[in-house]
């Protein structure tokens, strides 16, 4: 395949994933404000920047590279994982990390062993858990909602209007709100009769992983992912956290909350299937998923961060080439030379 033939490929599939996010998008905008639009467009214009800086300095010709929609990609990826609110610098830094360190410092696209965005997420959270914890409410909870003009008045450290305090227009997730009353004692059926859960994940977050499903079944319709890292992680959450719910309810969240809240159906669809850090041997994409999904459980009930898809991610990222290495299918006519003995054909 030519240079032109394969950056024509990338950019199509890039953009085929754009598109799928699209639903994602307008059920941001739809219970949590406009402001979405606005994290898209610093994340979206940090990545391009920074993407056309290191290209430069590596002496690779910018706009082929630039179009091909890798860098918008991991810039959407990023604000759809960030709070609406996050503060514009925090937004732009992770994205800049993201793209820089964790993409082109190991040698662009296609060769990177993490997945960016998820590198970026992990870097802000854990630098700064304050600003990544403060999760604006959803229109119908918030106690005053704030308008477009607030909200990003807000997000350029513009500050809330007089007399208007940070829990009114904030509010824990429901997977955060969950382990800390679960910390003080009270019973998982009684904590998720709070508003804040909704009917399944939280106000508004059974659309946003129903908008995620559906984007993520066209891009399995348009071929550019597969079943089996969607399948593998979702069944894996839902029968450990379905398991650990019978054996003990008052302690343990069912099903339906660890697969409508936080990040579960963005990790399985546009996370986890990322082609560059995942293995893409069929054996290894279900190895994969089923670990990530056993991690992000794991992480949630007794990790120190109330979602763990990002860093259960990571963790598999590490592992991905020992899994494409021990999974990839026997070449035809050769012997396992375990037991043939001379190991030729």
Same mark, same amino acid.
């Given at each position: ?13 890039? /953009?085929?994933?754009? @598109? ?21 467009? %610093?994340?979206? @214009? ?10 430069? !300095? ?13 860098? %918008? ?16 610098? !925090? ?17 662009? %696209?296609?060769?990177?062993? /993490? ?27 918030? @106690? ?11 997000? /350029? ?24 009353? !679960? ?26 992983? %129903? ?48 697969? @409508? ?85």
């Amino acid at each position: 395949m030519t240079l032109v033939a394969e950056q024509a490929s990338v950019s199509r599939i890039m /953009f085929q994933v754009l @598109a799928a996010l699209v639903p994602a998008v307008a059920v941001y905008v739809w219970y949590f404000g406009p402001v979405i639009l606005v994290q898209l467009g %610093l994340a979206s @214009a940090a990545a391009l920047l920074s993407e056309a800086v290191m290209l430069r !300095l590596r002496s690779y010709p910018v706009e082929p590279f630039l179009r091909d929609g890798s860098a %918008l990609v991991t810039a959407w990826l990023i604000a759809l994982s960030f709070p609406p609110l996050a503060p514009w610098w !925090l937004t732009v830094t992770a994205t800049v990390f993201a793209i820089v360190v964790a993409k082109h410092l190991y040698g662009g %696209l296609g060769n990177n062993l /993490f997945n960016p965005a998820m590198v970026g997420y992990a870097v802000a959270i854990i630098s700064f858990p304050l600003q990544m914890t403060r999760w604006s409410a959803p229109t119908a909870l918030a @106690a005053v909602p704030l308008g477009f003009a607030e909200q990003v008045a807000y997000v /350029f450290g513009g500050g809330l209007p007089a007399g208007l305090g940070l829990d009114a227009v904030t509010l824990a997730t429901p997977l955060d709100t969950l382990k800390t009353h !679960l910390a003080l004692g009270e019973a998982a059926g009684d904590i998720m009769k709070m508003p804040v859960f909704g009917f399944l994940g939280g106000e508004g977050g059974e659309i946003l992983a %129903l908008a995620y499903i559906v984007g993520g079944i066209w891009l399995w319709r348009q071929r550019v992912i597969t079943w089996h890292v969607p399948v593998m992680f979702i069944a894996t959450v839902a029968v450990l956290a379905a398991a650990f719910h019978a054996a003990n309810p008052a302690q343990y969240a069912g099903a339906p909350l660890h697969l @409508a809240g936080g990040a579960t159906m963005i990790g399985a669809f546009f996370i986890l299937t990322d082609p560059v850090s995942s293995p893409t041997t069929p054996r290894g994409k279900l190895i994969y998923a089923g670990g990530a999904g056993f991690l992000t459980y794991v992480i949630r009930v007794w990790g120190g961060y109330p979602d763990g898809v990002a860093f259960a991610t990571l963790l598999m990222n590490l592992a991905a080439p020992m899994i494409e290495l021990h999974t990839q299918p026997r070449v035809y006519g050769q012997r396992d030379s375990g037991r043939s003995g001379g190991g030729k054909p």
